[in-house]
């Protein structure tokens, strides 16, 4: 039996995504969520016949449900534009990073500082929203408003919609955070 001594052909190993792709790519998909959401709640508009309070049983009148008619959704549609727009102007910032990596220490650190507080933003946004809808959907007894997703059903799921895209776009962001925080960490150790 023949032993060869020549070594062993290095194994590949897949390369993880430099910190600076997954940070622009993170960024390109936090803008394509905080967009969708924003556009499917302004989109969320439906006309319906309801009867008119304290008229005579029979008396209907068409009636539209808008995100405009409650502040919450306002809130809503403003902070996650807000969140849009810091997503394209850090992703200019990140994709200039590649050309130019010896900033990338300094620009994490700022951020991550930034994608926090666009964080609160963004969940203190979505929260209202959330609440909002849910009171649609259940009504509250307690305070005698009804509910309105029986009748306004379209408009409900369009609320529904932007809210579940708004947490994704609130997952993107602590990704966002944590790789800033590791790429940091991984600069100090190096």
């Known amino acids: 039996m023949e032993y060869s001594t020549d070594k062993p052909a290095a194994t590949l190993k897949p390369e993880a995504l430099p910190p600076r792709v997954a ?55 403003a902070a996650l534009s807000v969140a849009c727009l810091y997503s394209i102007i850090t992703t200019l ?16 650190l700022h951020f991550a500082f930034w994608d926090i507080l666009i964080l609160g933003v963004v969940a203190s946004a979505m929260g209202a929203a959330s609440a909002e809808a849910y009171n649609g959907l259940r009504g509250n007894r307690h305070v005698g408003w009804s509910k309105v997703c029986p009748t306004y059903d379209k408009f409900c799921v369009h609320v529904g919609t932007s809210a579940a895209v708004s947490l994704l776009a609130s997952f993107i962001l602590v990704f966002l955070i944590m790789l800033s925080f590791f790429s940091l960490y991984k600069q100090v150790l190096h």
């Open 93 to 108: 910032a990140s994709l200039s990073l590649t050309l130019k990596p010896a900033f990338s220490k300094k620009f994490f």
């Open 23 to 77: 940070d622009a790519v993170l960024r390109v998909s936090l803008f394509a969520a905080t967009l969708v959401a924003v556009v499917v709640m302004v989109t969320s508009k439906q006309t319906e016949v309801v009867p008119v309070p304290g008229a005579p049983v029979g008396v209907m009148i068409p009636h539209t449900a808008k995100f405009h008619h409650s502040p919450p959704f306002v809130y809503f549609v």
